[in-house]
Each structure stands twice: as structure tokens, then as C-alpha cells.
């Protein structure tokens, strides 16, 4: 593995010995510098040799992290090691008998401790189907002046880095992008609870080029995962929370290689419990990883590696304003309630989706490396939430649950009983159970009252069970020391199904396996209400399912991918330019289980479903027939990018690099369908998403100072979005299909270390401000899931990109759920093992997600079909949210005991204002008050928003031997 | 090595604080016992608080408790946010504004009525219990809130469902005329022998968005039975209707200012915007008491055909359902369509 290897500048003053003279002496020192924390090498440290006051020299460490100072007489040295993001460090060297000495692994400390990311950085929100994505975005380039201060310090809010979505972040593990193949989210909750097992890792940010692939825009950050990888020993920890979960432990051995060349690594986890601020919301989540690897003489390595993370949690729910002032809390959760005087979730994430691998690496020479990976990823992925047939919407904050369902002050919504009002103000606001909270005792009495047992409420499994298979493999090649040759070549496929079971019965016998949206619409037709038309034919009546049972849809995702990529790094003196470039192409379709009785399709033999006298096949618009079981068409897309990076280094420490990139991707399968649930239907217009990306940079790092300012540019162009809502003007799941979607991201980032005059403290400073907005007026296609016919066809969302105000300016309309600025300033301390951190952030400039719908003109035309401006104004503007600060604070101490344990503490103390009115985001909700009085306009209900927690703390202890 | 012990003895120590944020962790609620009926004092029958109805609207103070078996069910989905229970002296409405009620109450079971705070009220010859209209607009509003239900209206024990009264049709008659004091209004009640009249009312906007009350926007189908077969007609079914042209020539506007042209005129917007409507389907008794099957729209039978015996008149069929008043005409809600039986 550590391959040593001539760095690229040697002792100018060597050198001219070298050329003078044949007696040149022949000692030296080697090693390799690693980020202590994480086991990583660390490229571009630059060491300084000292004999006494004397600078013999400097060299900066390679793409590993080797360094080879030769030509040195015997002597004594010191030698002073310096990092951007790292605290110096000298160590002392002895070079004698002309030997060179072999120092291995230098360490190097982050000189900001970086604080543990976790779960407990980020909330986490289920949330249904409502178009609005709560996936967070984690910054994995500790070693980043500015990530390591805005992964920690920026959490709290959500922050977006560069505004961008957490899919353009590419996360590889042992080298194979690990991306949902489905929705591209980062799938970090695969190995949550294994931090030990994936801590080394190695990151780029925005364009640059990884030795990895070539990436995005946002980055792309590999995990080694391999056990060679895991830092060796045992380690064992306790930790405690107040943001998630109350108790963690987590315990993990490595075996170091032994002379056979074996090495293992096994680690295990366990979540549990709940926190201070959200009311049923749990975990009780295991993880696992154990991986062994082979080494035969640094020549061949193979490891093979399987890791999972089986558990079970409650999630967390957003409501409307007026819920959270009614219940008196920002934190209130709708998803839970009391069943026999126990409390209960009604939205749980359960997970099992083992992940196994095999990695060879191959090494023949110093010049040449090469590696394959073959993973597997598989499992089950359920999501539970409450289904119910005929029978009231049980859940807590429902709109005709709430006081302003019974009046309004504006008399146009004709709600104008302030005495029920008051009645339901009061049960909320004494926190009634079977007002404020899931019902739960309630679905069991309906249930076995129900006639034949029939449940009709019951808890619902929604399933997106995967099977990805992938094979990376790469080659490395360094012809001469100042190129290196990459290329690799990559393939997944993916075979995903969807599908709803039954989870719970709750008292009843069986859930019938109907449509109650198309009964309401054909009640008469005992055929298109059908789920499972299929079932019906054969057996004369509906189906009714059991707990386990599948019902309602069930389709595959089919997804094939492959992708060739290379890349040449180029020094040229202090310049180093890195080209790269990626072609690949991308296959999907979906294949439906089940024929629906609304889109029956053809038959086997190719005719219009035909029963009794009726037709039942539908088709669409371009005369094909609508269809629900079996195959769709296929899709096809070529995806390419292309990227520069330039680099040039100063002496003293300055560097500047710029990077660009043009990538042309294919869209996501969650968006590519009207209505996936129920038919085979693609969006009209689904188009390449293309991107356009550059950045420019200027580092410095020395004696303690460290700084990046960078200056980014974005444009994202022809991206889809599918959401799924109730609709209820039609009393049916809606489907909102944009298409077109342009956004621009322009902005710059700062982060700073000063070291002060006070020993191991220094100021440390983070800053970021942009501009991230929609540039376009996509298309909207809105379907209902039992209705073939569109309810709005391609028709434009004219205040998609703005809202024309009535004082004559313009608003213009933002990316959401993400501070535009963020600053960070605080002071760091590190001394004799301790660490003190504080500091105070500020963030401003967060926008709420848009509804599309009410950016339509039909919304803003309101029922009588006349736009005026204030109508205009009062549907389409966005909200923004307001500015917000904060203060944290964190301390940690490890200590050593007889040279061979060692124990320590960290305690991270958030929000210490306990600020709890800080909205970190929220979305609008697709539906309007029509039935107004005045019958010229609609009014948009209420947003629903989450807010952050208060003050919360973090303890860990941890241990090694 | 002890002072780490001790701290993680603490930590578990503190995360045992909260027994309930735990609950979820293990997920051992355990099913919900049976629940036991609520019971109420009976203090006043049925016929005694309907008799306290004066022509207006009355806002109960005393602390009166009424209670009944449930004689109707909303599962058809013909009867809607609406229960009607039933005494020994009589029926009543009770305005419990929820859809699936069926689910909750069900027929049989006793139901208990505090009607302190409660407004007894009038709509169209219907008493009702309600809670209060602010507007004005009607005598009683819903008894939507969940709390104002959990606080006025107790569920009973089960039992077995009360059996229809069968009334004759000079006891129609006499109900017809003493209006909402007549205890039959209400009722769970057997009308026998009657044969179809041919006859529908139903009045449809042509775009419900708009003012209702212009005449402009209104369209009647009555007097004669205009191709409706159905009990009543889903948004779907109207369609259907449109299609087949047979109501083309039907004139848009109320009596009398029929300045709007025809429905074949109109057809584009009463596509567009087709939605269920209730339907009157009218039968006679045998003397000729004239008696309005009113089916909504939102029934599951609504678009079910009427058998062609009965429409052809052919037939007598037996009517068993809800006996309703509305402005001095008896109307006929059926629970569902086991409430119609050919005779012959």
C-alpha cells in the first residue's frame, strides 16, 4: 500500500551536490503523513529539515502522503511538518550509517477537532410523498479550512452547501458510487452507526477531479471501507443525546496485518432511545461491519467486506403554523399517539439493506495500480404510515381538525363559527389526546366493530426494496513523476421494487385491496376500482390482505448504467493541470406487477381488455394505451462530462486553482413518471439535465494561518421533479410532474484559521453568501392517480422564477431549505489534549419551497378566472425566513494511561440560547381554499415548516487499547 | 478505568429518566382493551324535547339528556354527516358532521345526546339537533369538532336494530300536515305498494363556482323523468347524460325566466363542469300520495338503474327507510337499496 516514492522537488542544495559531486552522502528519511483522526494520507504537507537553525530544505508530501528526503549526511534533525487544517507538528530524526530511515506514519492533528458528524447533526424527517425531499447534506472534507468549521457549526439549519441538493453530492464507497440509482440521494443512512468502520475516507470539493471518478459539481468523497483501512485497535464508546437518540454505543476492533498478510476489522453499533425536543420520535438501530483482507507482498490485496445497518425509527412530521402556536410547541409531531395508554408511531422507518463487497487491488510497481470492486447492495426498505378505507383522515392536524377550519377573520373563506373554533382551540391547547395526538385505541374499536372484521384503519408498509449490483474497476498509471493516468470503467444495475404491505391490521382481520379514490368516481364499476384486476377476474371478488400481504401497487425499477472515465494529472513546475472526462449511458424502465382496473392496458395477446360488453382499456392522448402491468418502453439517455482543473502553487504557502465542468446526466427514475404507482406513463418532456460549473480559488496555509476563498458559478438547466400529493380537489393522489427546471448558483465561500499569541488558541472563521435562484418557467403536468385524463397538460408555472409585486418591483424566487448566507466565527484551543471550541453562527437568506400549483395561472386566476396583481402577489410570492444566530460550544480531553490505553470525553453543547423559533424549512402545501365567497380568488392553505431544536448536548466517552 | 465505568453507570442512570420517550423503542403497546359502552341518564324522551321547538331556533340550557337507538347508517354514503336515532315517542337527527360515521355508530346501538349547549332547530320541516349558526344561515350547524362530540353525544351498548313502523297512507297524510310536530318525520318507517311516477326533480349549476343563485347558472330537470334511470347521478353518470342528448332540451333558468337557452346551448360548461347531484325520484302511494325518493349523488347506488319493472310501473315496490319532510312534501331517504323491495 504505501508505495514510497520520489517526491517531485528535492533539496535544491542536494541537487547541486548531486551534480558536483559523486560523494554525495546517502542517508535520508522517509515516511508517510496521515490525518490522525481519520488514517488518511495527507497530500501537500510540506516538510521542513532543520539541522539546528539551518534549513537544509523543504518537500511536500505526495497524493499518499510520502515523502523521500535522501542525500542527508548523519546527523540529527528536526522535522517540522505543516498542513492547511493542521496543527505543526516537529518530530525529531537521526539519520545514521548512511541509511535511509523509514519514520512510517507521521501524524498530523486537525488543528480545528473536528466534531463527530452524526446522526445528531441532523434531524431527520419522513415525510409523505409531499414533494418536499428533507435529505441533508453532509460535508465530508474535514480537512477543509472551510467544510470542517460549516459541517459541524451549519447543521443545525440545513445548510446546503453552494445551495445545491444533496444528490449532486457523489458518495463512493471502496470506489463505487453509492448514490441512490433511483433518486441520487446520498445514502448515508446505509452505514449510519458505523462511523469507526467508514471513517477514512478522501474528499474533493466542487470540480475538482478525484482519483475517484470525475464526479459533479458538489464533490465526491470515497470511503475506503476496506478493514486495512480502520484505524487498528479497540475502541469502545458511550455516547448520549438530547437532538435524536439517548444512547449510543459503538465498539470496534482492527487487527493490524499480520506477517501472513491478514488483516480484520469488525465493528458493531446500537441507537436507542429517544431526545428532549420531538415526542415519538425513537430509534432502536443496530449496525454492523466486518471485513477481512489479504495482502500478498504489496503486490495483490483482496478484501472482502460486509456491513449493515437493520433498525427500526419514528419519524417526525411538519405542521402549519397554527398547530405549532396551539400546542404551544415548535417541535409538535403529528406521527404519534397514545394505544393503550402507551405511546405510539405511526410513521417508522424499517431497514435492513446489507451492503457486501470485494476490492482487488492490484499493484505491480510503483508506477502502476489497478482495482476492481464488486458490490452488492440488497434488502428491504419499508416506511409505515396509516391507511384507511371509508372512514374519517385519523390523522391529529388535519385541516378540518383546527380552529381556523371553523373561522376565519376574512369572511371570504366563509368560515364563520368562532364558537366551534373555540372548541377545538381549547382541546388543542389542553393537548387532548384524541385531538392533539394519533388516535390510536379509536382504530382498534372501528376495526372490530367492523362488519366481516374488515379494517378500516390500518398501518401501511410503503416499500422501495432494492437490489443494486456494481463493478468498478480502475487503473492507475504514473509514466513519469510528474503525470499520473487514471481511467476506470463502471457499471451498475438495478432492479427496485415498489410496493405497499400491510404492517398492522390493528384489531381488524383484513384490509381489502380496492381503490376508494376510483370508487368514489365509478362506484358502480366493480372493475376499475380494482387494485389487482387480475386477482378479481380469477377469483370472482376483491383481494383481502393480510399482514405481510402486498397490495395496493407493485412495480419494478429497472436500471442499467455503464460509464467509462479518465483523467491525466499534468505538473509543470508549480503548475498542475488535471483533465478528465466521463461517457457513459443510462437505461431504465418500469415494469408493473399488477393491472389496475382504471389502466388495464392490453391483454397478453395484445387486444383491448374486454368484459362483458365493455371496453376498459384507456388510452392517451397519442392514442396508446394506458397501461398498468408489465413493461414500459425503455429509455435511454448518453451521459457525458468533461472537466479542467489548473492549479498553481507559490512559494511561502499560496496556492490558486480554478476548476470547470460541463456534465450531461440523465434524469432520476422517481422523475420520470406521471404516475409510477399506477401506470407506465413517462413525463412528455424528459431531457438530459445539464449542468455547468466553475470555480476559482485561492489557498493558503502556513506557521498556523490557513485560508480558501472561492468564487463558484452553476448552472443546473432541464431538471424534473415529481411530486406526489393528496389532492383534494379531486379527492385522489395528485401527481405534479415539472419539467424544465433551470436554477443558477453563484456565490463565493471563505474560511479562515488565525493562530493567536495565546498558544493553541486561534480564531477560526467561516463564511459563505450566494445567490441560488430559479431562472425558468418550467411546465407542469398535474394527474390524479385514478384518472387518465391530465388535470392540467403542460401548462406553464408562470411565477415559478418570480412573483411580480404590487409596487411595481419583482421578487425573485429562490432555491429553498437552505441559508444563502452562513457565517461562522469562533475560537478553537488545543493544549495538553484538551480542546475548547465556541463559536457564534448567523444565517439569513433561507426560502421556503415552492408549491408549483399556485404558481399557475389558474391559481392566481382564482374561480372567477380573472388575474388581478394583488391575487398575484398573494399566491405566488415566497416566503423567506428569518434571520437566525447561534451558539455552541464543545469540549473534549483524552487522556493516556500506562502508555497503552486511552480514554477521553468530548461534550458538544448546541444552540446554548436555546433558540427554538428558527425555521430550517417547510413547503407549501398543494392545496387552496376554493370555495371562497367572493368567488373571485383561492387563498393557499397554510405552509407546514420544522424548526430547530433548542439547546441540545452531545456526551461521548470512548476508549482504546 | 473507574472514573469511565462510573460515567457510563451515570449516563444509563439519566437515559432511564423518560419512560415514555421508551415505549416506542420497545413497541409493546398491546392491543387496546374493549371498550366498555358510555352511559348517560335519560331525562327527557324525544317527543318531549321536540315538543320544546317553538319556530325558532332553541338554545338548550338545561341539562337535558335524550337517548335512542341508532336507525340509520351512512355506509351507503345516502345519508351524510347526519344520524338519526330513535325512542319509543319518536325520531330525531342528530347533525354529528363527520363522513364514515357508520364506523363509530351503529345501527342498534344506543346513542346518548347531552343537549346542554346543544340548539334544537328546524330545516325544511326536519327537526334537528345541532350546535349553533352563528350566520344564521340555518337553524343548527354540524357538531363537527371532535371535542363538542366527545362532550354532547355518548356512545351506547349494542343491540339489535330497531324494526321499521310501517305507515299507512292516511298517516302520511296527516304527518304531511302537522309537519315537523308529527313524530313520523324522522322515523324508520315501511311505506308500502307504491309505483314510480315518472317524475324527477333535481336542480344543477352549470358552474358551482359561480353565484348559485343566478338564474343564469341554474338548470331544473323536473316535472317529467328526462331519461334519469339511475337514483341519482355521480359526475361520471352526468356525463353520460349529457352525451346521450336527453336532456337537450331542457331550458336553463328558474320558472319563469328561461332567457338562457338550452342545455344543448350549454353543453360545453356543464361538461366541464359535471359533479354529483342528488336526484328526487317521484312515487305514489296507492291513493296518490305523491312521495320523493331523494338519493344523493354521492350515494354508492347513485348511478345504479333503476329496475326496469319499477320504471316501467309495472311493479309496486315497498320502501323502507328514513321518512323526511321537506317544505311540506314527503320525501324518502333510503339507508341504502336493501330498503327497496318489488312486490309484485
Redesign the interface.
Known sequence: MNIIKKSAAVLAAVLIGAVLSAQVPTGGVKGTVINRASRTPVEGANLVLKAGAVEIGTIKTDAQGNFLLESLADGMYDLIIEAPGYLPTTVNVTVNDGYVKNMYNLSLSPSIISNEVDDSSFGEFDLDGNGYEDTPTILYDQNDVFNNAASYNFSAVRFKVRGYASESQDVYVAGVKMNDALTGYSPYSLWSGLNEATRSKASVIGSEISPYGIGGYNGLTNIYGTPGQVRPGKRFS?L?NSALY??RLMGTYAAPENDNGWSYAVSASAR????DWV??V???SFAYYLGVEKNWGDVHRLALVTFGAPG?R?AQNASTQEVYDLMGDNMYNSN?GY??G????ARNRITFEPITFLKYDFTPSKELEASATLLFRTGKNGYTALDWY???DPRPDYY??LPSY?YMPNEDYNR?????AA??R??WQTH?A??AHVD???F???N???EGGRS?YALEERHVDQNDLNLATSLKWRPNPNTILTAGFNAKYNKTEYYKSINDLL?GEYFLDVDQFA??????SAIRVQNDLDYYLGHGEARKVKVGDKYGYDYFANLVKGELWATGKFAFGGLDVTVGGRLGTSTFWREGMVRKGLFPGLDDNGQPIMIGDDIYTTYDQDGNPITSKGPSERKFFTTYAGKVNVAYSLAGGHRFFANAGYFSDSPYFDKSFVAPRTRNTYIHKLDDVKSLSADVNYMYASNGYSLRLTGFYTNIADQTDVMSVYYDLNNSFGNFALSGIDERHVGMELGFEVPTPLSGLSVVGVFTTGEYVYTSTPLLTATVDNSAEPIYDEIPVSYWKGTPMTDGTTQKHYVPSTPQLAASLGLSYFYNYWFIDADVDYFANSYLDMSPLSRTDYATAG??GVITPEEVEAMTRQEKFDPAWLVNFSVGKSWY?KRK?Q?G?SLNAKNILNKTDVKTGGFEQTRMV?NTVS?SRYYNFDPKYFYMQGFNYM?N?Y?RF | ?K??FY??AV??S??AV?C??????F?????????TPQTQQVNTTIAQLKALYDGKPLHIDNDLVIGGKIISSD?SGNIYRSLYIQDETGAIEVKIG???LY??Y?PGQMLYVKCQGLVLGNYGGMLQIG?????GEYET?YI?????I?SHIFKGE?GSPVTPQVVSEDELKSAIKLGYKSPYFGKLVTLNNLTYAKEIFVLIYLNS???KKASSNRLFLSDQQWGVDTWAF???KMKEYLLSGVWNSAKIGNSGDYNYGTVEDAFKVLYENAAAYAVSQYFKMPGGTEVQVRSSG???????KIDSRILSGDSRINLTGILTNYNGAAQFTLIDLDGVKITN
Not at chain 1, 416 to 420: A, E, G, I, V
Not at chain 1, 519 to 524: A, F, N, T
Not at chain 2, 298 to 304: H, P
Request: glycine fraction near 6%.
Open positions: 458511550v448520549t439517548r444512547l436507542l432511545g429517544g431526545n415526542q415519538g425513537y430509534y432502536r427500526q419514528g404519534w394505544q393503550n402507551k405511546m405510539r408511531n371509508d372512514a374519517p378540518r381538525n371553523y364563520l363559527n368562532p364558537q366551534k372548541w377545538a381549547e382541546a387532548q384524541s385531538t390510536w385505541d379509536r382498534y374499536y372501528v372490530r366493530n367492523s378500516k384489531g370508487e368514489r368516481d365509478y362506484s358502480s374561480p372567477d494511561y490505553y480514554y470525553f376554493d368567488k456526551l466517552l476508549f | 478505568m472514573k469511565i460515567s457510563i449516563i444509563l439519566l437515559v423518560s415514555e420517550e421508551w415505549e416506542p423503542v413497541g409493546n403497546q398491546g392491543e387496546p382493551d374493549v371498550s355506509a363527520n363522513s364514515g364506523n363509530d351503529k350546535t349553533d349558526d352563528p350566520t350547524a363537527d369538532v371532535k371535542s363538542l366527545s349494542a363556482n359561480l353565484d355521480s359526475a361520471n354521492y350515494a354508492k347506488f347513485s348511478d345504479q
